[in-house]
């Protein structure tokens, strides 16, 4: 990848230091080897075709597909015939700051923080662009694009902009597709917030409920129609994200990281981690491995 922010280490692909979002075009004529990244990913196929695989399966593609992955998400390409995506790839860190408040939008919510983890989609999203609405989301790949080799900050806002309008362009996409409705209840929100605030913390659906003062079992109904998934199946997916990283950026052993995400049973972990990305724990690091580093006061 010349001259695009993006750093591959082993089969792990991150941002450069600095780098926020990117857009770009790659041909992929066979295949794209297996690979993760520590940012999230839309990939929207504008020529060609191909299989994508993922731990969400096998899809086959055309113009018009649109897959979105969060980060720690393995995936690659196969059966290449001058498939052609426009990738765009934006940080982690963007999401949780300048974007936060996506959470609070109904779609744009569902599009990145749980439409990726319900149905057992398993972080990854698709769908597919017809018409106007790929001309649209084009043009706002475009938009991205152009930026490339401005400096981000005297154009920060314009990356952001961009990038909330290519996003929002999926995002009713996504809902038209899906029958989306409605705004998402605030102890929703409030709960994924609690339990993003503290996942090492042992909680159950008692302490949740009653920190939002809600019944059990209406937190439950509440939270099940807005992501698809209960509270606690919710802090599952968000755990073993938390480990994908930690595996893959830094030496600490599996039983650390298991129980700094909230899993102290080391074995528990094997299984939710393996459960959720077809791997385990120690094979996802061997995998994917990256130069690694022990953070500082631990």
């Given at each position: 990848?010349?001259?695009?922010?993006?750093?591959?280490q082993g089969?792990?692909l991150?941002?450069?230091?600095g780098?926020?979002?990117?857009a770009?075009?790659h041909?992929?004529?066979?295949?794209h080897?297996l690979?993760?990244?520590?940012?999230?990913?839309?990939?929207?196929v504008v020529?060609?075709?191909?299989?994508?695989?993922?731990?969400?399966?096998?899809?086959?593609?055309?113009?018009g597909?649109?897959i979105?992955?969060r980060p720690?998400?393995?995936?690659?390409?196969?059966?290449c015939?001058?498939?052609?995506?426009?990738?765009?790839?934006?940080?982690?860190?963007?999401?949780r700051?300048?974007l936060?408040w996506t959470?609070?939008?109904?779609?744009?919510?569902y599009?990145?923080?749980t439409?990726?983890?319900?149905?057992?989609?398993?972080?990854?999203l698709?769908?597919h662009?017809?018409?106007?609405?790929?001309?649209?989301?084009?043009?706002?790949l475009?938009?991205?694009?152009?930026?490339?080799?401005?400096?981000?900050?005297?154009?920060?806002?314009?990356l952001?902009?961009w990038l909330?309008?290519?996003?929002s362009?999926?995002?009713?996409?996504?809902a038209e597709?899906?029958?989306?409705?409605?705004?998402?209840?605030?102890?929703?929100?409030d709960a994924?917030?609690?339990?993003?605030?503290?996942?090492?913390?042992?909680?159950?659906?008692?302490?949740?409920a009653?920190?939002?003062?809600?019944?059990?079992?209406?937190?439950?109904?509440?939270?099940?129609?807005?992501?698809?998934?209960?509270?606690?199946a919710?802090?599952?997916?968000?755990?073993v994200?938390?480990a994908?990283?930690?595996?893959?950026h830094?030496?600490?052993?599996?039983?650390?990281?298991?129980?700094?995400?909230?899993?102290?049973?080391q074995n528990?972990?094997a299984?939710?981690?393996?459960?959720?990305?077809?791997?385990?724990?120690s094979?996802?690091?061997?995998r994917?491995?990256?130069?690694k580093?022990t953070p500082?006061?631990?």
């Amino acid at each position: 990848m010349v001259d695009e922010p993006v750093r591959t280490q082993g089969t792990t692909l991150h941002f450069m230091e600095g780098a926020i979002v990117h857009a770009g075009t790659h041909v992929h004529e066979d295949g794209h080897p297996l690979h993760t990244h520590s940012f999230f990913e839309i990939a929207l196929v504008v020529g060609g075709e191909g299989v994508h695989h993922s731990q969400a399966g096998r899809q086959s593609l055309v113009a018009g597909d649109a897959i979105l992955l969060r980060p720690g998400v393995w995936h690659e390409y196969e059966q290449c015939r001058s498939l052609e995506v426009y990738n765009c790839c934006f940080s982690a860190d963007l999401i949780r700051r300048e974007l936060a408040w996506t959470r609070e939008d109904p779609l744009l919510g569902y599009l990145l923080w749980t439409g990726p983890f319900s149905a057992q989609r398993r972080g990854v999203l698709s769908t597919h662009l017809d018409g106007d609405t790929f001309a649209d989301a084009i043009q706002h790949l475009d938009g991205l694009r152009a930026l490339r080799d401005h400096p981000i900050g005297r154009h920060r806002g314009d990356l952001i902009g961009w990038l909330s309008l290519y996003l929002s362009c999926l995002a009713r996409n996504v809902a038209e597709r899906e029958d989306l409705h409605g705004h998402t209840h605030p102890a929703v929100l409030d709960a994924m917030r609690l339990l993003e605030a503290d996942p090492a913390r042992p909680w159950t659906l008692t302490d949740l409920a009653q920190a939002l003062h809600l019944a059990p079992g209406y937190l439950v109904r509440l939270f099940k129609s807005a992501t698809g998934l209960p509270p606690m199946a919710y802090l599952s997916r968000h755990r073993v994200e938390l480990a994908a990283v930690q595996l893959l950026h830094t030496d600490l052993p599996v039983s650390r990281i298991g129980e700094s995400v909230g899993w102290p049973d080391q074995n528990y972990f094997a299984r939710r981690f393996k459960s959720h990305f077809g791997l385990s724990a120690s094979v996802y690091r061997q995998r994917f491995n990256t130069p690694k580093f022990t953070p500082s006061g631990r």
